[in-house]
Every structure is written in structure tokens, then in C-alpha cells.
């Protein structure tokens, strides 16, 4: 098996575990993601895709409510450099994160703030 | 070398063979200036049918928003109209703050929630967010609601611009050509024209960036806007009404239309010289408040080149 198959399949078992062990994914009818999203928190406009699942803050941050910095922060929430998080998944279009805690969605980051855990 | 050059220090006959080139450079320089010039201020413009240009710019006049900052419904038209004021909560300057009618039909689900979570914390308190108060650009057609300031036309065969004296914001509106295949985005996108009459100048616009609202209710949208404005001259050119059609699949279920008005500038406003007014995004947050969620300074997710 090349280099290339298993990562890839390494990838897909990832997916199938956070799948089975609940991790706050349901698939749409339209065949994409589709996270449970915390009270405040936007769904993405174009839908989701996958991603890795965790990611180091680079550079301090907020959380929003949507993928757009000027609709809003989530109140209370900062997130500093060094922080370890979980992404539920990236959206479509933007780029910009789904961060979650046990498994439901509790905000957006932009990618740049971001660094997928080696 | 010297000669090559005509540096300092070179003999007397290679400093005259200078002063003469550079003459002739320049009054070469002056009469291929002078003759653009003159080749666009005389060129005929692609007139509309009735072989007539509508005159938005002349004897230096200026323009002036009329009515407040929000869009109005086009007369006559049967649609939903823009987002208005959330019945009970009507707009009053200088009084209160904006909050949105999110039962407009024209708004998918996400873009209500969005909308319903800030009139929520507008209606606790809160700071909206208007994209002026921070000095961002106004977008299109958001800067249509640019308040106060006057707004000026230059009319050119291939373009027209449209400049706000607020932090000398200018549009460009290329005409008679089409649209980019793959336009880039930015804050004002790719805006194409011509003039459909005597009076009226119809621009179309995409590759819009959606890095702002669309208005000063805060509705989103994204960067599959498209916006047709018609600039038409009313009232016997005293006024200016900008009626346009907003779509967007990305935001709303159907397209929409609305309407502001224009009134030819007075005293001060009415066509004196250009006053520089710059509004530039500072390091310093002036709304620091966490309940409110505040907006931070705008940060590149990456270089522009």
C-alpha cells in the first residue's frame, strides 16, 4: 500500500471514528456535513467539509458566529496562542473553521489562526 | 556615460545636448498629454438609443443623499422590498439604533439567524455594527448609503466614476464592455454600464468581496452578489434616483429591489472645491466591549499579492 492510500485511509478511519463515537456529525440530505451547532452560532451558508479534527491556536483569537468578523463575536470566549481545539469541520467557500466542544459546534475561527496538529 | 545619462559634470557641449533632449522630451511629453486629453474629453461617449448621454456631472455639481440611511421600496414594485425597520422599533437619528424586520420573505434561514442574534444584542444593549463607523468601505450597493457627504460623477467615453468625498472612495464603471470571466473580488467588484436613455445610466455589478453588511441592518451576503443599479436623472435633474436589483443565492431566496435618492448638493455640499476627508481603520477599537461583541480591526487571512 503506497504512502498516499494510507493516509488516506488512515483519514477515512478517523472520520468513521469521530462518526461512531458521536462526534457531532450528521450527514444533510444533500450529502454533506451538517455539525449540531451550539444556541447562538450561524449555520455556514454553503455547508461544511471535512477536516482534521485537531488544531493549535497560532495566533490569539475570538470565536464568531459566523464567518464573517463584522456579524459578531461568541460573548466570553477567547481563545489564546498555545490552545489545543477541535475542528468539526471546515465550510465551504470560506476560510474559516468549525471549533467544537464534545462534539457541538461553538464557533468559527479563520483558518490563518490555525495550525492542524501534526 | 555622461552623455548616456546626462549627469552633473559632463563638458559643456554633452550639458547642452541634455538640456536640449530634455526639452524636446518634454514638449514631446506635453503634446502626447495634451492630446489624450483632449481625445477623451472630445470622444463621444456611446450614447443611449435616443442618442443622448444623461449629464450627472455638470458645472462641478455634487450630490447629496437624500432621506436617511436605509433603502427604500421601488415605487410600484410588487416584490419584498429591501429589509426595513422591525415594526415597533422604527429607526429615529441620533436616538436608537437599527434593528431589522428579519420576517422579510427574501432571507434563507442562516442569514435570519444572523440577523435575529444581532437584533438581540442591539435590543440589549449592544453596538451594532455599521461598516462606516469603523471606516470600511462601503461596498456595493451599502455605500449608496453613505450619509452627508457629497458625492460626484466624472463622465468619460469608457468610464464612468462615481467618487464619494468620504475618504475619497471612488467607483468605476466600465462601459459598453461585458463582464470579466473570472473577475476578482474586492470591495466594489467589476462594474460594467451604458446608458439605457437620456436619463438613466444602468451599471451592473459582481465580484463583490463579503467582507461587510449590505446595509445598516446588518444583512450579510456573499460573494455571489449581483447588483443592477439604474442612476436616473429626475425632477429636471434636480434629483437622482438609484433604483437597483439585488441577487444573491448564497443570502436570499429571490432577488429584490429598492431605491435611494440623491438631491443636488447645497451651500457647502454644492460643488466647491474637493475637501479631503480621510476615515481610515486605526489600531484603536473605540467600541472595546465584549457583551456587545464588539468588531475587532479587519486582518488579512492572506498577502493581497
Known amino acids: 500500500m503506497s504512502v498516499k492510500a494510507t493516509l488516506r485511509s488512515t483519514g477515512m478511519l478517523a472520520v468513521t471514528i469521530v462518526l461512531l463515537l458521536g462526534g457531532g456529525y450528521a450527514f444533510a440530505q444533500s450529502g454533506g456535513l451538517n455539525p449540531r451547532l451550539s444556541g447562538d452560532i450561524v449555520p455556514a451558508p454553503n455547508g461544511y467539509e471535512a477536516v482534521a479534527v485537531k488544531y493549535i491556536v497560532t495566533r490569539s483569537t475570538d470565536l464568531y458566529i459566523s464567518p464573517f468578523i463584522w456579524a459578531g463575536k461568541v460573548l466570553g470566549v477567547h481563545l489564546n496562542a498555545g490552545k489545543s481545539v477541535d475542528a468539526l469541520a471546515k465550510l465551504n467557500g470560506y476560510d474559516w473553521l468549525l471549533v467544537g466542544k464534545n462534539g457541538t459546534g461553538i464557533g468559527y475561527v479563520p483558518i490563518s489562526a490555525l495550525s492542524p496538529v501534526k | ?305
Open chain 2, 1 to 305: 556615460m555622461a552623455a548616456n545619462h546626462c549627469e552633473h559634470g559632463e563638458p559643456i557641449s554633452l550639458k547642452t545636448y541634455c538640456l536640449l533632449r530634455g526639452r524636446l522630451v518634454g514638449i514631446a511629453a506635453s503634446l502626447l498629454c495634451t492630446a489624450a486629453v483632449w481625445s477623451g474629453l472630445h470622444a463621444q461617449p456611446v450614447a443611449g438609443p435616443d442618442g443622448t448621454v444623461p449629464d450627472f456631472s455638470s458645472n462641478k455639481m455634487t450630490w447629496v443623499l437624500m432621506n436617511g440611511t436605509a433603502y427604500f421600496r421601488v415605487p410600484g414594485d410588487s416584490g419584498p422590498g429591501p429589509i426595513v425597520d422591525m415594526p415597533g422599533h422604527e429607526y429615529v437619528a441620533d436616538y436608537n439604533t437599527r434593528v431589522a424586520d428579519t420576517s422579510n420573505p427574501i432571507l434563507k434561514p442562516w442569514a435570519k439567524k444572523l440577523m435575529d442574534i444581532n437584533n438581540k444584542r442591539v435590543l440589549a444593549g449592544g453596538i451594532p455594527f455599521y461598516p462606516t463607523s469603523r471606516c470600511w468601505p462601503g461596498g456595493v450597493p451599502g455605500l449608496l448609503l453613505y450619509p452627508g457627504e457629497p458625492v460626484f460623477f466624472i463622465q468619460t467615453p469608457k468610464e464612468v466614476w462615481i467618487l464619494y468625498q468620504r475618504d475619497s472612495q471612488v467607483r468605476r464603471i466600465y462601459m459598453n464592455v461585458a463582464h470579466s470571466k473570472n473577475p476578482n473580488y474586492s470591495v466594489y467588484g467589476e462594474s460594467v454600464g451604458h446608458y439605457e436613455s437620456s436619463d438613466t445610466l444602468i451599471v451592473d455589478t459582481i465580484g463583490l468581496d463579503d467582507k461587510g453588511p449590505i446595509d445598516r441592518f446588518r444583512t450579510p451576503h456573499t460573494k455571489q452578489l449581483h447588483v443592477v443599479e439604474r442612476y436616473t436623472l429626475k425632477n429636471g435633474g434636480k434629483n437622482i434616483e438609484v433604483a437597483f436589483t439585488v441577487e444573491d443565492s448564497g443570502v436570499f431566496t429571490m432577488p429584490w429591489k429598492a431605491k435611494v435618492d440623491f438631491e443636488r448638493g447645497k451651500g457647502a455640499r454644492s460643488g466647491g472645491p474637493w475637501e479631503e476627508s480621510i476615515c481610515a481603520d486605526g489600531p484603536r477599537d473605540y467600541f472595546v466591549d465584549d457583551k456587545a461583541g464588539a468588531v475587532p480591526i479587519p486582518q488579512a487571512e492572506r498577502p493581497d499579492f
